[in-house]
């Protein structure tokens, strides 16, 4: 008998991962200023874990397909990225804030990947709606940016050290790994029969592959928003409590769209939901080029639910329908490091852009949105409506 339902103990685990991932995005590149970071400094920083993630993101998805033991997994990678975050808070000087950025890559990210396929592999035995346990994480994530913001604004408690973020980040990877500890392992999944396609890119749709690379793209116009946008505010003069609340809203939105995620996706198809966000990035990074006022912030910032959203509802959809069977973690995680590409460019091109043109390097995103847009025009004439065995759909 668990010691929790498995959809509690599952969600808890997602609401630790994603509160320290709600922590870090918006504040952690101001923490890099107070280090002394230049925004080129800034820009490789970020771009460090983006690019280890191109070797470890396939093997959380080897792990998630292959593996009998996600429970201690988990709970290895949230301990490993409690331990690497702590010698960061330490790290005395540039050099070893890089290493340790590297080094908490190697777990933190690809922990998502293992977590997706044994929330999946739980729910195909009917014991929890992926979607409903998902929605914690996002809620976490709103919780990180509003918790953050509200503690290093002095909202409560006064005035903190700038190295809470970092500890906050610790604290949620601590949670996740004790969340994890409650869970129950499940079998590994049957291996290929010889004679199937092998693994990589061996055996996949065309569609699948040009989908993939417009996600890729749609979520790469993001780059310069991680990076700078709390920097930019925040010397605009905006409290660290509005930052946060600025980043909430496009996770608010994000959390209504998932909760409707599967009659959207079933409405919409994965190569439309992929058009939706690549267009609307040209609609809101188009607009933050011309840095507008915070009224218009307001508004601009729930569009994540659609450049961010529909764009990952589309990726779990075209996933679920096209990829082979009992392959659906490992091409799930193809599809993030396709992703973890296009962000890692785009980060690194990022801060150049930004110290030459400020603002106007949002216009650098919205080109990659439209480039995401035109792969799922492409993704959409190729379409194969004959159904894969396998299916799971968008959950």
């Not at 890729?216 to 991680?226: K, P, R, S």
């Not at 996706?265 to 040209?282: C, D, S, W």
């Amino acid at each position: 008998m668990p010691l929790i339902a498995p959809r509690h103990a599952i969600a808890s685990v997602y609401a630790g991962l994603f509160f320290g991932i709600g922590v870090f995005m918006p504040f952690f590149p101001i923490w890099l200023e107070g280090r002394g970071f230049d925004a080129a400094m800034i820009a490789l920083a970020l771009a460090v874990p983006q690019t280890v993630r191109l070797l470890t993101m396939p093997l959380g998805g080897v792990l998630a397909d292959r593996s009998g033991r996600p429970r201690a997994t988990l709970i290895g990678y949230a301990l490993a990225t409690a331990l690497c975050f702590a010698g960061i808070a330490i790290a005395p000087n540039a050099t070893f804030i890089l290493i340790g950025l590297g080094l908490t890559a190697i777990f933190w990210q690809p922990s998502l990947p293992v977590l997706d396929a044994y929330a999946v592999a739980r729910r195909r035995e009917g014991i929890l709606d992926y979607g409903r346990v998902r929605l914690w994480g996002s809620m976490a994530f709103i919780g990180g940016n509003l918790v953050a913001g509200a503690l290093l604004g002095g909202v409560v408690f006064g005035q903190v050290p700038r190295d809470a973020v970092i500890w906050l980040i610790v604290g949620a990877s601590v949670a996740a790994a004790l969340a994890a500890a409650t869970l129950e392992e499940v079998k590994a999944p049957p291996r290929q029969e010889k004679g199937r396609p092998g693994g990589g890119l061996a055996g996949l749709a065309p569609v699948l592959l040009v989908g993939m690379a417009a996600a890729a793209l749609a979520q790469g116009a993001h780059a310069v928003l991680y990076a700078f946008a709390s920097i930019h505010w925040h010397a605009r003069g905006l409290s660290d409590t509005v930052i946060g609340l600025l980043w909430s809203l496009g996770v608010i939105a994000e959390v209504v769209l998932f909760h409707f995620g599967t009659r959207v996706t079933r409405r919409l198809g994965a190569e439309r939901l992929l058009l939706l966000g690549g267009t609307t990035g040209v609609l809101r990074f188009g607009a933050m080029a011309f840095d507008p006022p915070t009224a218009l912030l307001l508004l601009l910032q729930p569009l994540h639910a659609v450049t961010f959203g529909c764009t990952y509802l589309g990726t779990v959809e075209l996933v679920a329908r096209h990829a082979p069977p009992a392959r659906g973690a490992s091409v799930q995680a193809m599809a993030a490091w396709a992703t973890a590409i296009a962000m890692a460019a785009a980060t690194l091109a990022s801060g150049p852009l930004w110290q030459a043109f400020g603002t106007r390097a949002f216009l650098a995103s919205a080109a990659f949105g439209a480039l995401g847009a035109l792969l799922a025009l492409v993704a959409g004439r190729m379409r194969d409506d004959r159904p894969v065995a396998g299916r799971t759909g968008a959950g």
